[in-house]
Every structure is written in C-alpha cells, then in structure tokens.
C-alpha cells in the first residue's frame, strides 16, 4: 500500500529545521500538511488509486463551486442543458403535459391564485402547499403555464446535480463522484419527471442539498442550521421526510460517541523533544483541563443536535399554524395520510397505487365526499382523513395474513426494475420522446450496480455511504407504509446512485483487469435478480393512461377523439369500468342513445357503487322517454351519494313525471334546505303553487 510522509516527518527532514521560532510551527505544519496530501494524492494517482478526504477536513463552498471549473463538471452539465431542452421540446406539445389533472392542475391553479395575490385558502392543505408557493413566485415574473414549470424544474435538476456531485465527491471519492453525476444526467425517469406538474424534482433537489449539509462533528454550526432547514422543508413536502434529521442525529451521536470512545487523539509531535516537554501540561493542571473537555463535549453535541431541531420545526411552524387554524385541533402535517395509506392498505390492494371502487378519484379527489357518504354525515378534510385511516387500520387488523403479504409485496416492488406507475406512466412517455430513451439509465441499470457497489463500499472503510443509504431507507419505509411507485422513488433517488456509482467504478475496473470470471458471474445474478422481483399490470396501467388521455381530450372538446381513447383503454383493460362510464358520456353527446345506455349499464355492473354511472345512465333514459327506469337508476345513484342536490333535483322531477307529486315535493324541499340558494328547486315548487 502507498502511503506518505507525515507531515511531522516532512518538517523534521527540512534543513536548518532547529533554527524555526515556536510561534511558527502551526504555519509550517499546515504548509507541510498540504504538501503532504499534495504529493500523496501524486503517487496515489499513479498507481491507480484515490486519495481519501482527510478526517476533519470540511469541504467548503469554495470546493463546491470549484467543481464548475472543472471541464469534465462542464461537460455532465452541457449533456444535461441538451437532454433538458430536448425532452421540453418533445413534450410541449403532448396533452398529457399541456393538460395536467388531479395533483398537476390543482398545483398549477393553487400557484396561478398565489401569484395573482389571492392568498391561500381557507380550508387546511390536502396537497403539499411547498410546491405551489415555490411555482407562484416563479409565476411572479413569468407566466402561469406548464411550459414555465417544466424549465423551473430543469434548472433545480442541473442545481441538483451540482450538489450531488460535491457530496458525492466528499463521501465517495473523486471517480465515484464523476460517476454519480453521469448516472444522474443520464438517468430517465427523472428527465421524465421534469415535464410533470409534480412536486418531486423539488424534493430531489432538496435531498441533494441535504446531502451535501450532512452533519458531521465536524461542521460548522450553520451547516447543522441550514440542514435542519433544508429537511423542514423536505417535510413540508412529503411528511415521511421528517424521518430524516432523526436519522441524521441518530448518526451524528453514533459518530462522537465512537470518536469519544477511541480516546483523544495525542498531541501533535514538534521537531524537538525537549520543546515537546516544555509545552506538556502539569499533572495537576492537566486534570481539570481534560475534565472541562469531557464536560463540554457533550454540550456542544446537544448545541448542534438543538440546531437541527431548531430548523426543521422553524420551517414546519407556518403549517403547523395554517392547519390548526383550518381544522380547530393541532394538526402538523398535510391531511392526506390517512388516504394514501387506505390507497395501499384495503382489501383489493396490490401494493402499487389502486384506487378502491368506494372512492370516485375524478369527482372526488380528496375522498371527502366518498368518506361522508360511508360515514353518513358531511366530514371535512381533517375528519375525511382520519375516517380512511381508520378504515385501513381496520384492515390491517381484521386481514392480518393479508396485510404481511402486502408488506412483503411492497417491500419489493420499492426494488422493482420499471417504474411503477401512480398517475403518470414513464413508460408512455418514454415511447412518445425520443431524448428519454437517450436517456437509457432506469432502475434495470441502477439496482445491480447500486448491489455491486454496497457490497464494495462496505468492505472499505474509506467510504461515507451512511447517509446515502439512510435517505434510501426513508424511502422504503414510505413505500411499506403506503404503497409502491416510480414518483415516490425519484426523490431519493441519490440514495441508489450513490452505491451504484461505487458498482460502476468496480466493474470497470474488472473489465480493465480482465476478470472475466468475476463478470461472468454477475450477468447471471442481474439477471435473476430483476427476474424475481415484482411487477405490476402493465397493461392495466396503459388502459388508465389511455383513460387519462381521454379525460383531457374531453375537457378540450374533443369528443371523437376521446371516445376512441376511451374505446382503447376498455380494450386494454376491459374490466375497466370508468373507461366505459367516459364512452357513455361521449355517446350521449353525440347523441347516440342507445349505445350511450350500453356503455353506462356496462360500467354499472362494473362499478355498482358508482353514483355518477347510474345517474348518467339515468339522463339517458330520460332522453329517451324511459320515466320507470330512469327513476330507478336516480334512486340509485342519490341512495350513493345523498349530498348531490343536481341529482335530488332530477330525482324529484323524475317522481313528478311518473305520479308521485307529493314525494317529489318532499324531495325538492330537502334540496333547498341543503342548499336555500337553489333556484331550480324553488321555481319548481312555486310553479306547482307551494311554498317553498
């Protein structure tokens, strides 16, 4: 092994060394240190090896920033300016892009209020409220549109990378670094999620950041500040973040505490023995001396511990606030846990996103409304969560075979080599843009290599994999909590690049080598290993991306070419039964009846607690002059969803055209004592010469 002078040695062996004053012996120490590294790192070089960051040693800013004089840092930047560029030019004009729903548009919208001065409203936040107030001031000076959001977050791609390469370089060493950011750059699924209206480019970008503050006992105390900052607002985010500073201390203490252990480090030799004599400390003094430094140790560990704290709840007041104005009880987080965790955990689940059939996600994308019907009693946002988190731990209790599967299924699917899709398909995009297919490295490419490079890094002890793993832990544990996908993936995506750049430098380094019986039995256990891991229903996620399509088809009018859409998602999946609702609505208003009435009754006995099926197929029969059923179906659809006023209103009009005047009258009267503001009901009874 090639090691060097130490820097004691090196002053010893300079001429006329005795001739030096004390006072200049820290100067000369620190300049023969530097020489040290300096010429250590040369021979290092030359025998193919790195030289490891020496203990203590903070990176600074001035290091970061000196990565961007670097021309290989120039050139993963150029690549990723190219590649960001080129996929906003593909994607601009697609609809899935242009048109974005359900998290997407209420994102926008919310951002588009914000920056228009219209505040936040009044109700507490069901989505994270970070994404949207971060979009509206960049909708201050630029306008509202997902074209401006897409090179927004272009921008925090290329600052993430930058950052992630500094810590990678810190952590890992000089080649691992370089091959983090080429990973990164390279890296698909995340090209693809900088064209959606989501909030994870911004989370990847804060866990970058994170990264690169990791605290250590030896960083600044504004490092620990702007790291407990930093993962605030990674909470405010997505809640399960707040997991992260507590890992983070957890570590920090794990590391003093060993560093405690090993004892103080001896004082550094001088050139001469007889100063070093001269210098010690006496006995007597030396006691309290060393007393005082185990007693301030402590303290200054809970000092940067407090520090860390401090930021993340600075950073969380706000919403903490917010909610427990809007809900009149402390609330600290987002209210869409209990849902999310009802959307992985109830009896039709598979460990992927799934939507239960008791929940409506277009009609009702809080679950408010469904939960109010369920629970028989209007809920609010607050009271709708805690209703659906319930309702899964329910399940978890009453089916727990059924639920340790789910676990053991979820724990896997985290791994699965595609990206499982929630909302967006990656995989769609992919076949739509061509610089996403360029964009070749997924997760087929990252977990072998991330698997090759920990079992590398654990056998090194010059590696820093710690916090890397720990934000790729977070992430599992999301997933076992809730349920597997690509997007959730995204953002702690870093902890997967990390040991996979460590992979990637190990196996060049046996191809450099020529090990081909160390390769050889690689290929087969990458292979194995994504033949074992789960997938999902690719098929299923076609038709509802079919389906999706269609929706924003729908909204610009396009009625031919979303019924066709909708066509294609029923035969993808054809126990679709929402495909077959939208080809009912799209019939029906290109006055096709009967096969509008097909469609719908298709999808009743698809979707049997679906209020708005029976009510659409409901209008049909009045269209077409069928009284007897169309009241059935209305009856139907108001014993769902008894707080629609339209469909009382249509109900009671419906009792009037078969005879049954008084139970309409009855029922227009409950319209307007749940809504007095109804003016279709009033001028129905004041036509029929009753009071209102």
């Known amino acids: 092994m090639v090691t060097c002078l130490s820097p004691v040695r090196v002053i010893a062996r300079a001429p006329h060394a005795h001739l030096f004053p004390v006072r200049e012996l820290p100067y000369l120490l620190r300049m023969s240190e530097r020489r040290a590294d300096r010429e250590n790192s040369a021979r290092l070089a030359g025998h193919g090896l790195e030289a490891e960051t020496r203990p203590g040693a903070r990176p600074g800013a001035m290091v970061a920033f000196g990565l961007f004089r670097d021309p290989r840092m120039l050139a993963l930047i150029l690549a990723a300016v190219v590649l960001r560029v080129w996929s906003i030019l593909a994607l601009s004009g697609d609809l899935r892009i242009r048109d974005p729903i359900l998290d997407g548009l209420h994102y926008l919208t919310l951002a588009t209020r914000l920056s228009e001065g219209g505040g936040w409203p009044a109700e507490p936040h069901f989505f994270t409220p970070l994404y949207p107030l971060v979009l509206s001031l960049i909708f201050r000076v630029a306008p509202p549109s997902p074209l401006i959001a897409q090179i927004f977050q272009g921008v925090l791609g290329l600052a993430a990378l930058g950052f992630l390469v500094a810590a990678a370089r810190r952590d890992l060493g000089e080649r691992a670094a370089w091959a983090v ?10 090209l693809g999620m900088e064209s959606q209206l989501l909030t994870e480019s911004l989370l990847l970008f804060l866990t970058a950041v994170a990264l690169y503050l990791w605290p250590r006992p030896d960083r600044r105390a504004a490092t620990h500040l702007a790291f ?30 060993r560093a405690g252990s090993s004892g103080r480090p001896a004082p550094a030799t001088t050139p001469s023995a007889a100063g070093a004599q001269k210098r010690r400390p006496e006995p007597a003094r030396a006691a309290p001396m060393f007393a005082a430094h185990a007693l301030a140790a402590p303290t200054r560990r809970l000092h940067r511990s407090a520090l860390v704290a401090l930021g993340v709840l600075a950073t969380l007041l706000p919403l903490v606030i917010h909610q427990t104005r809007a809900t009149g009880r402390l609330e600290f987080l987002t209210v869409n846990g209990g849902v999310n965790l009802y959307f992985g955990n109830h009896p039709g689940a598979r460990g992927i996103f799934s939507v239960p059939p008791e929940i409506d996600l277009n009609m009702d994308y809080t679950a408010a409304r469904s939960a109010s019907i369920l629970a028989g009693r209007d809920l609010n946002l607050a009271q709708s969560d805690r209703f ?132 050889a039995l690689i290929i087969p256990a990458v292979v194995i290993l994504q033949l074992v891991l789960p997938g999902y229903p690719v098929q299923k996620a076609q038709a509802f991306d079919a389906y999706q399509l269609a929706i924003r088809q729908g909204r610009h009018g396009e009625t031919v070419a979303a019924l066709e859409s909708y066509r294609r998602a029923a035969q993808l999946w054809p126990a679709d039964g929402d495909a077959w609702h939208g ?35 409901a209008l049909v029969y009045i269209q077409l002059g069928d009284d007897a059923r169309a009241l059935a179906e209305l009856q139907t659809a108001v014993r769902l969803n008894p707080y629609d006023t339209d469909m009382r209103n249509n109900l009671a009009v ?39």
């Not at 993962?231 to 983070?248: D, S």
């Not at 909590?481 to 870093?494: D, E």
């Not at 009967?594 to 009754?601: K, L, N, T, V």
């Not at 009743?604 to 099926?613: D, K, N, V």
Request: proline content about 6%.
């Open 181 to 190: 950011g080429i990973l990164l750059v390279l890296c698909g699924p995340v």
């Open 583 to 617: 080809m009912g609505v799209c019939l029906s208003r290109m006055g096709r009846l009967q096969e509008a009435a097909e469609a719908f009754r298709k999808a009743a006995e698809m979707l049997p607690r679906s209020a708005p099926t029976h009510y659409g197929l």
């Open 228 to 257: 407990g900052i930093v993962c605030g607002l990674l909470t405010v985010g997505r809640a399960i973040f707040l997991l992260l500073p507590i890992a983070a201390l957890l570590q920090l203490w794990r590391e003093r505490r």
């Open 388 to 519: 659906w988190r319930d309702r899964a731990l329910v399940f978890m209790r009453e089916h727990p075979t059924r639920a340790l599967w789910l676990l053991g299924r979820k724990a896997l699917l985290y791994l699965s080599p595609r990206e499982v899709p929630q909302i967006e398909d990656f995989q769609v995009l992919k076949g739509i843009a061509l610089p996403l297919r360029l964009a070749f490295v997924d997760f087929r490419w990252i977990l072998p290599l991330a698997a090759l490079g920990l079992i590398v890094g654990l056998r090194s002890r010059q590696t820093r994999l710690a916090p890397w793993l720990l934000l790729a832990l977070v992430g599992w544990i999301s997933t076992l909590i809730f349920f597997a996908t690509g997007r959730y993936r995204v953002s702690v995506l870093p902890g997967f690049l990390a040991p996979a750049s460590l992979g990637a430098v190990a196996l060049f380094e046996m191809v450099r080598a020529r090990r081909a019986r160390a390769i």
């Open 654 to 692: 419906a009792l009037y055209r078969t005879g049954h005047t008084q139970e309409a009258v009855e029922e227009w009267r409950r319209v307007l004592r749940m809504n007095p503001a109804d003016s279709s009901a009033r001028q129905n009874l004041e036509g029929l010469g009753l009071r209102p």
